[in-house]
């Protein structure tokens, strides 16, 4: 099955950090760019970050851009998150998304919620 | 950036009705273009891509259309399992989400 697993959300002060993690199974990992997309309680959906499958292309979006930064580990099946000068406005959901190579993001995670509050 | 403006924001209707959801692109995005439905609590599940291409699995009864700056996703028989929010997302040029329409109980 293919599947998705992030970890790493919590409670967190402004200007902390945080690092998210997304687990990958059931699928070549290493073949595929990742997404990170994040939702605050009750809006739409943001698109975050994009890494290609070899590290070698990365993108954010301009809301996070030099705060955060998007990294994979292909040994380990695994996408992060490293969100450094958290403010209240980063708080959400956060899903991790496989890029299916313009066929759309699938699967998505069931998501981290980080809370930025004092 | 490519802004994507969805409509209605909300929508009520009925089991058994048809339903359409516009989504418009600040500029053209050829067909790069998906549809999500997500309901509360859980991630949003693909249902359509590159603007009419159904995802494997899902019902027959969703349909999309269009191209270039104007598109559409038709429910043509509205189940109770389609009361969600859906959203639209280009990905023409980086990726943009829609604002989203919730599809709510008439």
């Known amino acids: 099955e293919v599947q998705l697993v992030e970890s790493g959300g919590g409670l967190v002060k402004p200007g902390g950090s945080l690092r998210l993690s997304c687990a990958a199974s059931g699928f070549t990992f290493s073949s595929y760019s990742m997404n990170w997309v994040r939702q605050a309680p009750g809006k739409g959906l943001e698109w975050v970050s994009s890494i290609s499958s070899s590290s070698s292309y990365i993108y954010y979006a301009d809301s996070v851009k030099g705060r955060f930064t998007i990294s994979r580990d292909n040994a380990k099946n695994s996408l992060y998150l490293q969100m450094n000068s958290l403010r209240a406005e980063d708080t959400a959901v956060y899903y991790c998304?496989?890029?299916?190579?313009?066929?759309?993001?699938?699967?998505w995670g069931q998501g981290t919620l980080v809370t930025v509050s004092s | 950036d490519i802004q994507m403006t969805q409509s209605p924001s909300t929508l009520s209707a009925s089991v058994g009705d048809r339903v359409t959801i516009t989504c418009r692109a600040s500029?053209?995005?050829?067909?790069?273009l998906a549809w999500y439905q997500q309901k509360p609590g859980k991630a949003p599940k693909l249902l359509i891509y590159?603007?009419?291409s159904l995802e494997s699995g899902v019902p027959s009864r969703f349909s999309g259309s269009g191209s270039g700056t104007e598109f559409t996703l038709t429910i043509s028989s509205l189940q109770p399992d389609d009361f969600a929010t859906y959203y639209c997302q280009q990905y023409n040029s980086f990726w943009t989400f829609g604002q989203g329409t919730k599809v709510e109980i008439k």
């Open positions: 500029q053209s995005i050829s067909s790069w």
């Open positions: 590159k603007a009419s």
């Open positions: 998304a496989r890029d299916q190579d313009r066929l759309g993001f699938d699967p």
